[in-house]
T-cell receptor, first 113, second 112 residues
Framework: ETGVTQTPRHLVMGMTNKKSLKCEQH?????MYWYKQSAKKPLELMFV???????ENNSVPSRFSPECPNSSHLFLHLHTLQPEDSALYLC????????????FGSGTQLSVL | DAKTTQPNSMESNEEEPVHLPCNHS???????IHWYRQLPSQGPEYVIH???SNVNNRMASLAIAEDRKSSTLILHRATLRDAAVYYC?????????????FGQGTRLTINP
C-alpha cells in the first residue's frame, strides 16, 4: 500500500464511451501526475499538477482530459478513445519543492475495443 | 530531457550482490539521479536517489561517479523478490514538481 489509490483497477470501454479514472492520495502531497505505460514501451509522463494547477501537458491528445479539484484527488476523463490508447495508466504524487520520491498507485489497466 | 542508458537485462543469483549500471553523460548540474523498480502488475516503487555523493538506504546503495556521468545501483544481497525492472532516471523540477522521464530500464532476473 503506497498511499495512492487508483480506481478502477481494470476498465474496458468502447471507442464511443466516456469514462473517468480516479486517483486519490492520502499522503498530504501537493503534486500529482498521470503516466501512461503501453506494452513494451517506457512510461510516458502525461500531465503534472502542482497545487491543483496544471504545469505540464506532454502533448497529450485532447481525448484525455485531466481534472484536479484539490491536492488529494486527480481524475483523467476519457472520451472517444482509440484502440492504441489501451495501456496501464498510473497516477503518482509527491511533495513539491523537494527532490523527493514519487509514490505511484497500482494503475488502471485500460482496454479500448 | 537528459537520457540514461541501461542494459536491457541482467541476471544474478540469490544472496549475491547485484550491480546495475547506468550511463547519463548529458546530466546537468541540477539533475538528481533516481532509481525506481517495477514489479509485475504494480506501479513503480522508489528505490534510492542522489545528487553527487554516494547514498545508502535499507533497500540499496547508489554509487555516483565523480564526473556524475554514470552511476551504479547496488543490491547487497539479492532475493527473489528483487526480480523487477529497474529504472535509472534523471529528475528535474518543473515549477516545484518532479519530472521523471523513464527509459526502458533493466530487467533483473534472480536465480534461486
Amino acid at each position: 500500500e503506497t498511499g495512492v489509490t487508483q480506481t478502477p483497477r481494470h476498465l474496458v470501454m468502447g471507442m464511443t464511451n466516456k469514462k473517468s479514472l480516479k486517483c486519490e492520495q492520502h499522503l498530504g502531497h501537493n503534486a500529482m501526475y498521470w503516466y501512461k505505460q503501453s506494452a513494451k514501451k517506457p512510461l510516458e509522463l502525461m500531465f503534472v499538477y502542482n497545487f491543483k494547477e496544471q504545469t505540464e501537458n506532454n502533448s497529450v491528445p485532447s481525448r484525455f482530459s485531466p481534472e484536479c479539484p484539490n491536492s488529494s484527488h486527480l481524475f483523467l476523463h476519457l472520451h472517444t478513445l482509440q484502440p492504441e490508447d489501451s495501456a496501464l495508466y498510473l497516477c503518482a504524487s509527491s511533495q513539491m519543492d523537494l527532490n523527493e520520491k514519487l509514490f505511484f498507485g497500482s494503475g488502471t489497466q485500460l482496454s479500448v475495443l | 530531457d537528459a537520457k540514461t542508458t541501461q542494459p536491457n537485462s541482467m541476471e544474478s543469483n540469490e544472496e549475491e550482490p547485484v550491480h546495475l549500471p547506468c550511463n547519463h553523460s548529458t546530466i546537468s548540474g541540477t539533475d538528481y539521479i533516481h532509481w525506481y523498480r517495477q514489479l509485475p502488475s504494480q506501479g513503480p516503487e522508489y528505490v534510492i536517489h542522489g545528487l553527487t555523493s554516494n547514498v545508502n538506504n535499507r533497500m540499496a546503495s547508489l554509487a555516483i561517479a565523480e564526473d556524475r556521468k554514470s552511476s551504479t545501483l547496488i543490491l547487497h544481497r539479492a532475493t527473489l523478490r528483487d526480480a523487477a525492472v529497474y529504472y535509472c532516471i534523471l529528475s528535474r523540477r518543473i515549477q516545484g514538481a518532479q519530472k521523471l522521464v523513464f527509459g526502458q530500464g533493466t530487467r533483473l532476473t534472480i536465480n534461486p
